[in-house]
């Protein structure tokens, strides 16, 4: 009896989930069924850290120990970017990320002659339009519009796991985002690996994709995480154009002290960045912009990570991910001198605490508001939740509303994680 029916795990970020929902559609089209617990898994791997690569290895063979007759494909950033670390790995099929396409397949020839497949091809050069389709399985629907990085931040194995910068076309663009309009969706996400380096290719910008993307008639649109160095005034003030745009923007900062941002290769200054900054605000008044924070990156001092608290708290951040420090072997900084795992922690802790300070400040600066929240599926039967236009988590309490719908609330409380709204009836 054939082996047809697979589940795909993804892990990462949402470039991931855009492939994961091709290598779905193509398992499908291809006659295999989708199952929870299924005799294929598919784990779309992620290798942005140490503990990313920890998690698909061991995902690898815990479903290989528990399920030994089921068949484990691995791909992805973490076959792509440490191919001479798999041989000990016991997935039965293992490629990177040029051959997601190809995994049916690879599955099909795998199931007929029990042979191991190993399959890590050299990166395009060009965006393969094969590569990825809208994510669709949530009420944001994600659209993939860039892959790959030139900026070997000295810290990041990206561009080995991921290439250089190639752009989806503009027609694609508008043709996937009113493919997903269609299907009805209110709100569409532009993601890439790194977005604002879309187009550089063709002598677009940034810009051009968000202008295209409007021009399907969706009620909103959402950037993913953004560089800060290439955003001029110039796109800033185009995007400031498209009406339907979302007024929240994740600009990773990593640091706020500039001699650690050099020793990062990010290509700005924390003046630089606050100019930036400052420019989404006057262009978006009352925007709200979130980011990343690295701590404890090799040599980091004590006063390098308080002018990162600082510069946070100058900046308002509604919200800042805290990521410690890990080293990724075949990168710069992996070389260099290391701080110590306690100094590390406590470091990530501290900010930690700040960041949730700023989170709660920003939610109760939005009490008294009045706001549109896309309700998303049901978590509880308490309440109806979704997220505002400055992606605010809301809760209307004892409400069943329908998912994708636009509510108009206004917000009464500020909690810890969430705020909470009441539906705006009437004129």
């Known amino acids: 009896m054939d082996i047809r029916t697979f589940k795909v795990i993804t892990l990462g970020c949402k470039v991931n989930s855009c492939e994961s929902a091709l290598i779905e559609k193509n398992m499908l089209e291809y006659g295999f069924k989708e199952a929870d617990l299924p005799d294929i898994y598919i784990i779309n791997s992620c290798a942005v850290t140490g503990a990313s690569v920890d998690k698909a290895r061991r995902l690898v063979e815990s479903l290989k120990k528990k399920l030994p007759e089921c068949t484990v494909v691995l791909c992805g950033c ?7 670390a798999l041989n000990e ?3 039965d ?11 049916p397949e690879m599955i099909e020839n795998y199931l007929e002659n029990k042979e191991r497949v190993v399959k890590i091809d050299a990166l395009p050069r060009d965006y393969d339009e094969n590569s990825a389709v809208p994510d669709e399985n949530r009420t944001r629907a994600f659209i993939k519009i860039e892959d790959g990085c030139d900026r070997y931040c000295s810290y990041c194995i990206i561009p080995t796991a991921r290439g250089r910068v190639r752009s989806l076309s503009i027609e694609k663009i ?5 493919q997903c309009v269609n299907d009805g969706h209110k709100e569409l996400v532009l993601t890439g690996i790194n977005l604002g380096c879309y187009g550089q290719e063709y002598g677009l910008t940034l810009a051009d994709a968000v202008e295209a993307a409007a021009r399907s008639g969706v009620s909103r649109l959402r950037l993913s995480s953004l560089e800060p160095e290439m955003l001029s005034d110039g796109i800033i003030e185009r995007l400031g154009g498209v009406k339907n745009l979302c007024p929240h923007f994740h600009l990773s900062l990593q640091s706020g002290s500039d001699s650690v941002l050099k020793k990062m290769n990010r290509r700005y200054t924390s003046e630089e960045y606050a100019h930036i900054a400052g420019k989404f605000r006057e262009v978006f008044p009352d925007c709200s912009i979130t980011t990343d924070i690295i701590v404890g990156f090799p040599t980091e001092s004590e006063d390098d990570f308080l002018k990162s608290i600082e510069f946070a708290q100058k900046m308002q951040f509604a919200k800042v991910h805290v990521f410690p420090f890990s080293a990724r072997s075949g990168t710069a900084a992996a070389k260099m001198e290391q701080l110590g795992r306690s100094v590390i922690s406590e470091r990530a802790k501290r900010l930690l605490a700040e960041a949730e300070k700023l989170e709660r400040a920003f939610f109760e600066r939005q009490v008294g508001t009045l706001q549109t929240v896309l309700i998303e599926k049901p978590k509880s039967a308490k309440y109806s939740q979704g997220f505002t236009e400055k992606y605010v988590p809301v809760r209307i309490m004892c409400k069943n509303i329908p998912r994708h719908t636009l509510l108009p609330v206004r917000i009464v409380k500020a909690e810890d994680t969430f705020c909470v709204g009441e539906e705006v009836t009437g004129t």
């Open 78 to 84: 973490y076959p792509q970017s440490f191919p001479n």
């Open 89 to 91: 790995c016991s997935a």
């Open 93 to 103: 099929i293992i490629t990177g990320n040029s051959a997601k396409d190809k995994i």
């Open 174 to 178: 508008y043709g996937q985002a009113l």
